[in-house]
């Protein structure tokens, strides 16, 4: 549970954070030197634990399965209790007012009679009066019963036998979760079959699969409430909606967004996420490649890339037509009339134009595949650190404890650097996202978020690095290394500075890089830096 | 397979008792099989099918009456919830607003309804459902009328 917490801090950066961050908000951490840099993290190292403990408020709640079956149990007495009514009855009012609470209770006491005819829940006097012993003809298969041995009714009196209740309650949760509104089996009649008598009527199986529809029902009807997305979680999301961040941590350690369940992709929206992974998929990028350096062949339309040699070309088999390249006539009749297509014709301009729109697919491509590796990398780049993060917990932390005669719980600073590697691998890969749909003819912002992408790339090469390598040493050494301290204090410096550019970086593009807008503001900022240094 | 078949017996002894109880609707057993049944049905007056006969056919699903039967025309009609090749109906009951407290003998009202009151919003005629929807009822009713003289009608002579 530890790490999860830890990586819920990480991400929940908005929340809490203003009072250690004021100072040094729009810092480019680069124009310090970097004793500086060290020197300001390490100063104080209880600052950062101080300021992680900050930021574990969460705007959101992980619900396990127990949970959600206990709340909405909770909800459930709630509204039979303060109504009166029947468990049944409370959970098809609850169902039917989105397992809202409060709006069960107002829509009740503003008109309960409305209420009870829209959900089916008539207190009219059943329409059959069955006095006890009479033989009744069941609605469905007509046969005859002795009441109350074979017949069941809802609080309609509509008779059917338990028989075809069985098969018709069977029939419907089978059908899927419209069992949930089940009405009774008279086309005429809108009485609800609640729980109660579904349970009191048919198989186990059944009643735990129409269980586990109502579970379902509570959180896919409720607003603030989610599944996890990852596949095999089956703990649900409680969001607190217009809290700051929509990034979420389920206790799978799977982080997603709240709005658009997509994998967590702050700092960019969710617009471009979805635009930017509809584009990955498209087969449209893989056309402008055809495009680009192919061209169809004049008979069978098969594309043809053309990769050596001279302008006769010859199609694959089985169509084998000859062709120029260029003018993509026929070889033969091209051969008899002149011997090369070089003679200008007026078709010459529209080829023109094919050639030059040709250009644009391959520039936009090149532009596209520049941006797309990136993100790919950092993208495999973060799940290879979570499972050497992983590894780490798992294997080395036992085994660097050993070796170097720490207890473990000193070793925390590995972790957290891992942790802080995860992170910023995902919050850069999505920088490469936002950088693709950044307009090329903003210049300034384009410069200024790449010195900010770059500088916080360079940190995180450096960290990554240092985590990867250098801990080697130290696994592997025979005895307690005598710099081991250093290196604590180095990672842990790392960890923190890389932490600082990524946090620049996210404000400045959830900002929309508007601190370009304000004259001067380079300047402006590295006066800043020597304040805030001095004041630490 | 029994219940289903002991629920069509009893409305099979239902449908020989109360022979004459609605005039506008005849059921009838197949010989061989009480799971295939057809009807002739009387188009409504005051609509483009009056004085036709239309023949229907059933085949009733082994889960009968929980599942409901499959019901198509045999007999060619225009109207926009039956399809014109095949005779499949649209209709809600015969699909999710399916109830097994239903019988032939209702389904088969049912679908008189339905042709008194057509649906054009759902065609399965897409012409006949144009017609309908740019309200233009004096065509609708003219080919449907000409198809239950073609179809549903005895033959003069």
């Not at chain 1, 209770?105 to 503003?110: D, G, I, K, L, V």
């Not at chain 1, 400045?508 to 630490?536: F, P, R, Y």
Request: net charge negative; aromatic share 10%.
């Amino acid at each position: 549970m530890g790490s999860e917490d830890d990586v819920g801090n990480l991400i929940d950066v908005d929340s809490g954070d203003d009072d250690y961050d004021d100072g040094n908000s729009d810092i480019p951490m680069s124009s310090m030197n970097s004793d500086e840099e060290y020197d300001f993290i390490t100063k104080d190292p209880a600052d950062i634990d101080l300021l992680t403990s900050q930021r574990t408020q969460k705007d959101y709640t992980i619900l396990k399965d127990e949970d959600i079956r206990r709340r909405q149990e909770d909800d459930i007495k709630k509204v039979a209790s303060v109504l009166s009514v029947s468990r049944g009855a409370a959970i098809i009012l609850l169902r039917r007012y989105n397992w809202r609470v409060s709006t069960v209770h107002e829509e009740w006491f503003a008109d309960e009679e409305k209420v009870r005819n829209a959900v089916g829940l008539q207190e009219n006097p059943p329409i059959l009066q069955i006095s006890p012993d009479e033989d009744v003809s069941c609605g469905i298969c007509f046969e005859s019963y002795s009441f109350p041995a074979g017949i069941r009714a809802a609080a309609c009196g509509h008779p059917f036998c338990r028989t075809c209740w069985r098969g018709y309650i069977c029939t419907a949760v089978n059908d899927g979760p419209g069992c949930l509104m089940l009405k009774c089996p008279d086309p005429s009649c809108n009485a609800a079959i609640g729980k109660d008598m579904i349970e009191d009527l048919v198989a186990p199986e059944y009643k735990e699969k129409y269980c586990r529809y109502l579970v379902r029902s509570y959180i896919e009807d409720s607003r603030n409430i989610k599944w996890c997305p990852a596949p095999e979680c089956e703990c649900a999301v409680e969001f607190v909606v217009g809290s700051g961040s929509s990034d979420v941590i389920c206790s799978c350690s799977y982080g997603f967004c709240w709005k658009c369940s997509e994998e967590a992709h702050r700092p960019v929206d969710c617009d471009m996420v979805a635009e930017w992974i509809l584009k990955n998929n498209a087969e449209s990028e893989n056309t402008n490649w055809i495009l680009s350096y192919t061209k169809p062949c004049p008979k069978c339309k098969r594309p043809i890339e053309k990769n050596n040699g001279c302008m006769h070309m010859t199609c694959r088999t089985p169509c084998g037509f000859e062709f120029c390249w260029l003018c993509l006539g026929s070889w033969f009749e091209h051969g008899r009339r002149t011997g090369t297509c070089n003679d200008f014709r007026t078709e010459e301009e529209r080829k023109f134009d094919e050639s030059e729109r040709r250009e644009m697919a391959r520039k936009s491509l090149v532009r596209y595949t520049h941006y797309y590796e990136r993100w790919a990398a950092n993208q495999s780049s973060r799940e290879k650190a979570r499972r050497d993060l992983h590894h780490m917990q798992a294997v080395q932390l036992v085994k660097l404890s050993e070796i170097q005669c720490q207890p473990e719980t000193q070793l925390k600073f590995i972790s957290d650097a891992w942790l802080q590697i995860v992170e910023c691998r995902r919050v850069l890969k999505w920088t490469y996202a936002y950088g693709y749909y950044l307009p090329e003819n903003e210049d300034t912002k384009r410069r200024f978020f790449e010195y900010l992408q770059g500088q916080a790339e360079t940190g995180l090469e450096r960290l990554h690095m240092c985590v990867e390598k250098e801990l080697n040493t130290y696994l592997e050494a025979a005895e307690p290394s005598n710099d081991f301290n250093d290196f604590r204090a180095k990672l842990t410096c790392l960890t923190g500075v890389t932490r600082n550019y990524f946090d620049n970086l996210v404000r400045a593009i959830e900002n929309d890089l508007a601190d370009v807008d304000s004259v001067g503001a380079c300047s402006e900022t590295s006066s800043k830096i020597a304040d805030g240094s001095s004041n630490q | 397979m029994q219940a289903s078949r002991a629920r069509l017996f009893k409305e099979y002894k239902e449908v020989q008792r109360e022979k004459s109880a609605d005039p506008d609707i005849q059921l009838v057993c197949d010989d061989s099989n009480i799971f295939k049944w057809t009807a002739l049905i009387k188009g409504p007056s005051e609509t483009p099918f009056e004085g036709g006969v239309f023949q229907l056919a059933f085949s009733v699903p082994e889960q009968y009456p929980l599942q409901p039967p499959q019901v198509r025309f045999l007999t060619k009609i225009f109207h926009p919830n039956v399809h014109f090749k095949t005779g499949e109906i649209c209709l809600d009951i015969l699909k999710n607003a399916w109830s097994p407290a239903w019988t032939l003998q209702s389904v088969c009202r049912a679908i008189i309804a339905l042709m008194a009151h057509p649906e054009p919003d759902s065609p399965l005629n897409c012409d006949s459902g144009n017609l309908l929807r740019s309200g233009d009822i004096r065509g609708y009713q003219s080919m449907a009328r000409m198809y239950t003289r073609l179809a549903a009608m005895p033959k003069k002579g």
